[in-house]
């Protein structure tokens, strides 16, 4: 039974018999990499069939976590509503948050962008150009001199 149909389909990269095996063992030995290899018939390095397999083996994380997603809806829900104590509580709460938050389930900071305008474009007249007279003057500085006690401020 293949888990994975549409990642071979997306990418058409045909899987062997072994590495089929190998993830459908994944699921099966609640994803231990090296008991999944052993029954699938590889010895020696599993890592090498892991590095094969990256792209298989997140999209298959995905799913499991993807079917774990209503359990950790409903967990949320049950301690919400529970008036006993429940042992490790916070871990509970924690590990079902993450699952949700990792298929996508969290909560919406919503924007509201409603436009809520009459017309259509609003067209404003042409910019008429503003003549500011001025005229030049002329004056002349007076020298005054400060001695020492005056106040020579005006009056």
Do not use: W
Not at 56 to 63: G, N, P, Q
Not at 99 to 125: C, E, M, S
């Amino acid at each position: 039974m293949s888990y994975l149909p549409q990642v071979t389909e997306k990418k058409d990269k045909v899987l062997t018999e072994k590495q089929q095996a190998f993830l459908d063992n994944l699921i099966q030995t609640g994803g231990d990499p090296k008991k999944a290899a052993e029954l699938a018939g590889y010895s020696g390095n599993y890592h090498q069939v892991i590095k094969a397999l990256k792209q298989e083996v997140i999209e298959l994380a995905s799913d499991v976590l993807a079917r774990s997603a209503p359990q950790a809806a409903f967990k949320l829900v049950d301690i919400m509503n529970s008036d006993a104590p429940i042992p490790q509580v916070s871990n509970k709460l924690t590990a079902a948050q993450t699952i949700l938050d990792r298929v996508g389930v969290t909560k919406n900071d919503k924007l509201d962008v409603t436009h809520k305008a009459a017309g259509g474009i609003f067209i404003l007249p042409e910019k008429a150009p503003i003549d500011v007279g001025a005229e030049d003057i002329e004056y002349e500085e007076e020298e005054t001199t400060l001695y020492a006690g005056e106040d020579n401020s005006p009056q």
